[in-house]
């Protein structure tokens, strides 16, 4: 079972290669890797070294932080007590944001180069979502 550390790594290599249009094989020829290899990583069932998730860093074009942000606190284990080796119980990899929909509606969001016509799309579906979530209530 891959380590939940590992998956969040590797999702986030697939949210940014997504977000720049890159198949898993553009990805692996810019690494010297397997279309294989890269899917591996981005499942999380391959550890990547540092020196790799440096080189993958570079060619996404982010700072290898990147890669650790919005890690949830019960997976970085900065929330656990002492030094115990807990098993972290109900983790989902998938939260939303490395949805094909979420990636392509991102991508095409930046299509548009009017800033003021991003933020009333944004607003709209602001407004949307909140009416959803009130009608729920």
Known sequence: ??????????????????????SQDKLGQALGLTFQQV????????????????EIARVLDVSPSWFFEDMPEEIAGFGR??????????????????RRE??????VFY???ASGVRQRLKDLLDA??????????
């Not at 550390?5 to 940014?16: A, L, T, W």
């Not at 002492?82 to 983790?91: I, Q």
């Open 111 to 113: 299509k548009i180069e």
């Open 102 to 107: 979420t990636l392509e509606l991102v991508r």
């Open 81 to 98: 007590k002492g030094m115990a080796d807990e098993a972290v119980e109900g983790f989902e990899a998938d939260q939303g944001y490395n």
């Open 1 to 22: 079972m891959p380590d939940p550390i590992d998956v969040h790594v590797g999702s986030r290599v697939r949210m940014r290669r997504t977000l720049l249009g890159l």
């Open 39 to 54: 899917q591996k990583y981005e499942r999380g069932t391959n550890r990547m070294g540092a020196s790799r998730l440096l």
């Open 128 to 137: 949307v979502a909140d009416a959803e979530q009130a009608g729920a209530d």
